[in-house]
């Protein structure tokens, strides 16, 4: 069974950047839609970021564009999230998911579409 596996995340200041990183055991990563949700305490879990099974098209949460990018290395089975000019609402644990799809993206996605889940990992920004 596929298993998704976060890192990257950790202790940034405002206006900071981080690197996250989910990958993939198992040899059907090319398959899946990959994406990014993250879960504030006390909020929601909301979509962030997602990326087609060949990373030719994506999608983002109107508060990250222009911030956050989303790629993925079928080589590597490895999804990035790359998170610039980060603010204190950053905040949150990230989780990767994986979404069986050889479709584009089409805007958000929503959590009942993912089929596997990582652990997640947590960023906090400081002000």
């Known amino acids: 069974q596929v298993q998704l596996v976060e890192s990257g995340g950790g202790l940034v200041q405002a206006g900071g950047s981080l690197r996250l990183s989910c990958t993939a055991s198992?040899?059907?990563?090319?398959?899946?839609?990959m994406n990014w949700f993250r879960q504030a305490p006390g909020k929601e879990r909301e979509f962030v970021a997602a990326?087609?099974?060949?990373?030719?098209?994506?999608s983002y949460a109107d508060s990250v564009k222009g911030r956050f990018t989303i790629t993925r290395d079928n080589a590597k089975n490895t999804v990035y999230l790359q998170m610039n000019s980060l603010k204190p609402e950053d905040t949150a644990v990230y989780y990767c998911?994986?979404?069986?799809?050889?479709?584009?993206?089409?805007?958000?996605?929503?959590?009942?579409?993912?089929?596997?889940w990582g652990k997640g990992t947590l960023v906090t920004v400081s002000s």
């Open positions: 998911a994986a979404e069986t799809s050889l479709q584009n993206i089409r805007g958000p996605q929503s959590i009942g579409s993912m089929d596997l």
């Open positions: 198992g040899r059907t990563f090319i398959t899946y839609a």
């Open positions: 990326i087609s099974w060949g990373g030719s098209s994506t």
